[in-house]
């Protein structure tokens, strides 16, 4: 009898246990398809505006890239597959370039409805800044670089590009990037 009841209590100690260390860890992967990106495009809209100090981690920054700034080599280039994408990505840095090409193309962009996500930035205040110059355009720090291996796969390893909904990237924006 004493023998029964202390299994049941050590089952039932190993019980809580696994239940606890269970509950602690990290969301399973119940399907992947393979054909996963990441979230950033879609977390842009959770950032927050550049008039809110609290929407972004000062810890991120700075923001490195292997990425050039530089002429993309041939317009129309595919970087993903053409379902991936469900609204315009644009992809710049904090730098003068980038700047530019933003200015130039804003009209063109928030007729898209086009997400910007920003490569390179040396802090958090050049982030902030760079989200001012873009809005109402929703723009999100990239701090991984999947992004970057992506394109730089399709031969299109530089910035600022914008990548369509079709999964082809284009530096000039008119034409054939509509």
């Not at 696994?18 to 860890?25: L, R």
């Not at 370039?97 to 193309?105: E, G, H, T």
């Not at 914008?162 to 990037?177: C, D, P, Y």
Request: hydrophobic share 50%.
């Amino acid at each position: 009898m004493k023998k029964l009841a202390i299994t049941q209590r050590i089952a039932t100690g190993l019980a809580a246990v696994w239940s606890i260390s269970a509950a602690a860890q990290l969301p399973q992967v119940v399907y992947d398809s393979g054909r996963s990106v990441p979230l950033a495009p879609y977390v842009a809209q959770l950032v927050g505006d550049a008039d809110d100090p609290a929407g972004i981690d000062e810890r991120l920054f700075p923001l490195r890239t292997s990425l050039q700034s530089a002429v993309l080599p041939l317009e129309g280039l595919l970087v993903f597959e053409p379902t991936w994408l469900t609204q315009p990505m644009f992809v710049l840095a904090a730098d003068d370039i980038s700047i530019r090409w933003l200015a130039f193309n804003h009209a063109k962009l928030l007729q898209l409805n086009a997400v910007g996500i920003v490569v390179k930035s040396s802090s958090a205040a050049a982030f902030r800044a760079l989200q001012k110059m873009a809005a109402p355009l929703p723009i999100a720090p990239e701090t991984s670089s999947w992004l970057a291996a992506r394109l730089h796969k399709a031969g299109a390893g530089v910035y600022p590009v914008l990548v369509q909904t079709n999964g082809q990237v284009f530096q000039i924006l008119g034409g054939n990037s509509q």
